[in-house]
């Protein structure tokens, strides 16, 4: 499978519309972030947009919201015959509990689309992924930056097979506008 050089750039147009089309029917944007990580020989990189959250409410009398993430990212394989590099678009909400003042657990699950099917030696046989995320995080006292863990699974939730799926632990850090 050969990796088509146009990929990246209508990628990047899917996500700018998408985000545009969202962001003319939410609230503004409350936080922009990045995420990098690995795991058994693969990597991910990804800049998210999430909405300032359009719910909250309370669990265990702690406050719980949810947003949209809007996702661009890119997964690596360090070997393979085929596709070494995929781009994806994702869009997730996302259910944020502050169970401490300025820290958190987030779970989020989405809709992705990869720019191919092939990535190392790895068939994920679909170009449709669902992404599954658990994580913490914790926002810096007085200052506008949070940072995080959170542990991603990517997976077509056997639509075709074969479905290996993909993990990544990823280190995330987002900037909150006021």
Not at 8 to 17: D, G, I, N, Q
Not at 67 to 79: D, I, N, P, R
């Amino acid at each position: 499978m050969r990796n088509d050089k146009n990929t990246l750039p209508r990628t990047v147009v899917v996500f700018v519309l998408t985000t545009l089309v969202a962001a003319s029917h939410l609230v503004h944007a409350d936080e922009l972030g990045g995420l990098a990580g690995s795991l058994d020989g693969y990597h991910s990189i990804a800049f998210s947009y999430q909405t300032a959250p359009f719910w909250q409410g309370e669990l265990a009398a702690h406050p719980l919201d949810v947003s949209l993430e809007y996702s661009l990212g890119m997964v690596h394989a360090l070997s393979g015959q085929s596709n070494r590099d995929l781009s994806h678009v994702g869009v997730t909400p996302f259910a944020r509990w502050w169970f401490a003042s300025n820290t958190g657990a987030e779970l989020g699950v989405g809709a992705n689309v990869f720019s191919g099917t092939h990535l190392g030696d790895k068939n994920i046989s679909t170009a449709f992924q669902f992404g599954s995320s658990v994580g913490l995080f914790h926002r810096l006292l007085g200052t506008p930056w949070l940072l995080g863990l959170r542990l991603t699974h990517y997976s077509n939730a056997s639509i075709k097979q074969p479905n290996p799926g993909q993990n990544y632990v990823q280190l995330r850090a987002s900037y909150f506008f006021p």
